[in-house]
């Protein structure tokens, strides 16, 4: 059973398009994240969600929307695409002090 | 901005012990040190973490010096396959977040 696991996998598309990126946790985990992973490989925090509310909320633009429909999903919603936004994006979840477990990434592609 | 320093990159030879080091001078009493990796494009994984006893598990073994100031990761006999970006990153656990540095490039060569 893959712990953490999102879809897709790859994505692309077209500018000013809206996607959406689902990821799903089976760990029993509490608190799950969304990183931004761009060209240059800098892993960068977007939101954290601690049992659906979100605790974290790093200066991203408004057009990125997470939603916590419970707590063991953390989806990602992009509005009005543009070619910047391309990256991979990981989602990750954590309990305590224990180490984050990491998806296996969507890699985003704007066109 | 990360709390810790790491040298861009080591080799390491098949077989042999990897020491990776990582300093982090400002970590506060209540920040664990957390090492991850990331082979190519994969999602990284979490190694190992400590707050101030040396620690091991199946994968690495954890050495924090006695002040806290710096940290060293031992892999044991590495294989071709721990080539990795190894981030050393500190953490106060619960919900707040990983600030992933530039982290270290490991090439174990045959």
């Known amino acids: 059973d893959t712990a953490v696991s999102q879809t897709p996998k790859y994505l692309v598309t077209q500018m000013g398009n809206d996607k959406s990126i689902k990821c799903e946790q089976n760990?029993?985990?509490?608190?799950m994240y969304w990183y931004k992973q761009d060209s240059k490989k800098f892993l960068k925090i977007m939101f954290s969600y601690n049992n659906k509310e979100l605790i974290i909320n790093e200066t991203v633009p408004n057009r990125f929307s997470p939603k916590s429909p419970d707590k063991a999903h953390l989806n990602l919603h992009i509005n009005s695409l543009e070619l910047g936004d391309s990256a991979v994006y990981f989602c990750?979840?954590?309990?305590?002090?224990?180490?984050?477990?990491f998806g296996s990434g969507t890699r985003l592609t704007v066109v | 901005d990360a709390k810790t320093t790491q040298p861009p990159s080591m080799d390491c030879a098949e077989g042999r012990a990897a020491n990776l080091p990582c300093n982090h001078s400002?970590?506060?009493?209540?920040?664990?040190v957390y090492w991850y990796r990331q082979i190519h494009s994969q999602g990284p994984q979490y190694i190992i973490h400590g707050l101030k006893n040396n620690e091991t598990n199946e994968m690495a073994s954890l050495i924090i010096t006695e002040d806290r100031k710096s940290s060293t990761l031992i892999l044991p006999h590495a294989p071709l396959r721990d080539t990795a970006v190894y981030y050393c990153i500190v953490s106060a656990g619960g919900s707040e977040k990983l600030v992933f540095g530039k982290g270290m490039k490991l090439t174990v060569n045959p």
């Open positions: 990750a979840s954590r309990q305590g002090i224990y180490g984050y477990t």
């Open positions: 400002t970590i506060s009493g209540n920040e664990y």
């Open positions: 760990l029993g985990h509490d608190t």
